[in-house]
């Protein structure tokens, strides 16, 4: 099993920045790339970026693509995403996921709510 906790969201101005941070703990030497999604009211989960265990590769979603920044440390088991000029369409619910290879199975952290609002 894999535990993943997440933090740094809150309330900011439009055009302002975040931090958000995801740790992970238990059987981390089973977990593989790692992500953020994030899921506004009414709509479905959309993935905002990806990053290989190595962190050689990223992928964003089209809506973050130049603004936000994935990025991870695996000395201390923690996947980042740093975001910046933030839009009110921004807001959110954000979710960590990680995901086992051999078994393709994902684990998700309880989500940390981002607020982009004047």
């Known amino acids: 099993q894999v535990q993943l906790v997440e933090s740094g969201g809150g309330l900011v101005q439009p055009g302002g920045s975040l931090r958000l941070s995801c740790v992970a703990s238990g059987n981390i030497g089973s977990i593989s790339a790692m992500a953020w999604y994030r899921q506004a009211p009414g709509k479905q989960r959309e993935l905002v970026a990806a990053?290989?265990?190595?962190?050689?590769?990223?992928n964003y979603g089209d809506s973050v693509k130049g603004r936000f920044s994935i990025s991870r440390d695996n000395a201390k088991s923690a996947v980042y995403l740093q975001m910046n000029s933030l839009k009110p369409e921004d807001t959110a619910i954000y979710y960590c996921?990680?995901?086992?290879?051999?078994?393709?199975?994902?684990?998700w952290g309880q989500g940390t709510q981002v607020t982009v609002s004047s």
């Open positions: 990053i290989t265990h190595s962190g050689g590769s990223t």
């Open positions: 996921n990680a995901e086992n290879p051999e078994t393709q199975w994902h684990y």
